[in-house]
């Protein structure tokens, strides 16, 4: 049986609208267990003060705590400390890739290549730097079980791709792509490689190296830690050639009056006071992640996914995406529509009935227009769901229309 995650999450022992909670909405924001809230609270409590700045004793332990994380972060990663830049989150990572390097080696006549299942925080970023370097954004399309389509890798990867950038997971549709081979190809012609990784770090183990990604990026708050704290890595070789996102304190060697050097890697990237709380709270999630242990995390959302999709298609009006595929590459995303309902009374039905989920296009309009639709409804799940939730989300569902008046 397995171990009741429940005790470690208050929030997910109450209720919602009169009604137990179940927490389907992991693939926008998870929630965080005691030991990540006591680390943030033990921080602002203890040795609040900025890093870097002190040589007095609370800035001391500050510093202790961000640079530990970062080393904790690399460990994680399998990177180098100073290949981990601190951020907001994945959508700022994406956003200093773009701005810092996309903006400085892209030109006209080249190319960027993406996805069409790309979060618009790896898709709009890109658009950008197309329009003001020139560059061609082309995009990999989906084969009908919702992998990318292999021919279209075949015949848009060439010489003159300059970035490929791709989620490893996507947000909508949970389907893992093959991030290593795609980035073995890129690199054969001479491209980098930006991996999103916002969905898969939190749920499978992420080892960059192996990879061989130059960058990527991802978002505390969607593996347990507290919004406000992301993580870019970048290979350090190429950090070092990109001029800096951001300026001000704590990212400069010295200021003159006229002329400015910047300080080495990872602080050339870390303008103004740092989130050291957010830190915190990311290493305190690492640990608790660890202490699962990504076999587990995958082995429960396996369970979860199948359960679903399995109840789900039991019911003729409801509609699946991204739940056809045979590569046994399926995290716990599962995105449908109900017959003649729309996706946001779906969700304020289901917010009833003390199930949360996500409706609207989930920050990836092109892929739900891919799809012949304008919304959809997404469950997301995390290792501390129980089938207790899924036969909710089931009963709410078979709930839908009849409130609707349609059965």
Same mark, same amino acid.
Request: aromatic share 8%; with cysteine.
């Given at each position: 049986?397995?171990?009741?995650?429940? @005790?470690?999450?208050?929030?997910?022992?109450?209720?919602?609208?009169?009604?137990?909670?179940?927490?389907?909405?992991? =693939?926008?924001?998870?929630?965080?267990?005691?030991?990540?809230?006591?680390?943030?609270?033990?921080?602002?409590?203890?040795?609040?003060?900025?890093?870097?700045? =002190?040589?007095?004793?609370?800035?001391?332990?500050?510093?202790?705590?961000?640079?530990?994380?970062?080393?904790?972060?690399?460990?994680?990663?399998?990177?180098?400390?100073?290949?981990?830049?601190?951020?907001?989150?994945?959508?700022?990572?994406?956003?200093?890739?773009?701005?810092?390097?996309?903006?400085?080696?892209? $030109?006209?006549?080249?190319?960027?290549?993406? %996805?069409?299942?790309? $979060?618009?925080?790896?898709?709009?970023?890109?658009?950008?730097?197309?329009?003001?370097?020139?560059?061609?954004?082309?995009?990999?399309?989906?084969?009908?079980?919702?992998n990318l389509n292999e021919a279209d890798i075949a015949a848009k990867l060439t010489k003159?791709?300059?970035?490929?950038?791709? %989620?490893?997971?996507?947000?909508?549709?949970?389907?893992? @792509?093959?991030?290593?081979?795609?980035?073995?190809?890129?690199?054969?012609?001479?491209?980098?490689?930006?991996?999103?990784?916002?969905?898969?770090?939190?749920?499978?183990?992420?080892?960059?190296?192996?990879?061989?990604?130059?960058?990527?990026?991802?978002?505390?708050?969607?593996?347990?830690?507290?919004?406000?704290?992301?993580?870019?890595?970048?290979?350090?070789?190429?950090?070092?050639?990109?001029?800096?996102?951001?300026?001000?304190?704590?990212?400069?060697?010295?200021?003159?009056?006229?002329?400015?050097?910047?300080?080495?890697?990872?602080?050339?990237?870390?303008?103004?006071?740092?989130?050291?709380?957010?830190?915190?709270?990311?290493?305190?999630?690492?640990?608790? !992640?660890?202490?699962?242990?990504?076999?587990?995390?995958?082995?429960?959302?396996?369970?979860?996914?199948?359960?679903?999709?399995?109840? !789900?298609?039991? !019911?003729?009006?409801?509609?699946?995406?991204?739940?056809?595929?045979?590569?046994?590459?399926?995290? =716990?995303?599962?995105?449908?529509?109900?017959?003649?309902?729309?996706?946001?009374?779906?969700?304020?039905?289901?917010?009833?009935?003390?199930?949360?989920?996500?409706?609207?296009?989930?920050?990836?309009?092109?892929?739900?227009?891919?799809?012949?639709? %304008?919304?959809?409804?997404?469950?997301?799940?995390?290792?501390?769901?129980?089938?207790?939730?899924?036969?909710?989300?089931?009963?709410?569902?078979?709930?839908?229309?009849?409130?609707? $008046?349609?059965?």
């Amino acid at each position: 049986m397995n171990k009741n995650f429940l @005790n470690d999450f208050p929030i997910l022992r109450g209720n919602m609208n009169g009604q137990p909670l179940a927490y389907l909405d992991n =693939g926008a924001t998870t929630q965080k267990p005691e030991s990540v809230v006591r680390s943030i609270c033990g921080y602002y409590g203890g040795c609040n003060a900025n890093p870097h700045r =002190g040589v007095y004793e609370l800035s001391v332990k500050a510093t202790k705590i961000y640079e530990d994380t970062r080393r904790k972060v690399a460990e994680f990663l399998n990177a180098r400390p100073q290949e981990i830049i601190f951020t907001k989150n994945a959508t700022e990572s994406l956003n200093l890739v773009a701005y810092s390097y996309g903006l400085t080696n892209l $030109h006209a006549g080249d190319e960027i290549l993406i %996805t069409i299942a790309e $979060h618009h925080s790896n898709l709009v970023p890109w658009q950008m730097v197309a329009r003001a370097t020139g560059a061609t954004l082309n995009y990999i399309y989906l084969a009908a079980d919702g992998n990318l389509n292999e021919a279209d890798i075949a015949a848009k990867l060439t010489k003159r791709t300059k970035i490929l950038a791709v %989620t490893q997971i996507s947000n909508v549709l949970g389907l893992i @792509n093959d991030v290593k081979t795609l980035a073995a190809r890129a690199h054969e012609v001479g491209a980098i490689v930006v991996v999103d990784g916002a969905q898969s770090v939190p749920h499978i183990a992420v080892d960059v190296k192996d990879l061989d990604a130059d960058f990527l990026v991802f978002s505390g708050h969607k593996m347990l830690s507290p919004m406000g704290i992301g993580v870019l890595y970048g290979k350090k070789k190429i950090l070092d050639a990109m001029p800096p996102f951001l300026s001000g304190g704590d990212m400069i060697e010295y200021v003159e009056e006229q002329a400015t050097t910047f300080a080495e890697l990872p602080q050339k990237f870390e303008a103004g006071t740092q989130n050291v709380g957010g830190a915190a709270g990311l290493s305190a999630a690492i640990d608790y !992640l660890r202490g699962v242990g990504f076999e587990e995390i995958s082995r429960i959302e396996r369970d979860l996914t199948n359960f679903a999709v399995a109840e !789900l298609k039991r !019911l003729p009006y409801v509609e699946l995406y991204g739940c056809d595929s045979t590569r046994d590459n399926k995290i =716990g995303i599962v995105t449908f529509n109900i017959r003649d309902v729309h996706p946001h009374d779906v969700a304020t039905i289901l917010d009833a009935q003390g199930v949360a989920i996500r409706a609207g296009h989930h920050c990836a309009q092109p892929l739900i227009k891919f799809l012949g639709q %304008t919304s959809t409804c997404r469950a997301s799940f995390y290792f501390y769901n129980t089938r207790r939730d899924i036969e909710c989300l089931i009963e709410a569902v078979e709930r839908v229309r009849s409130v609707m $008046h349609l059965d």
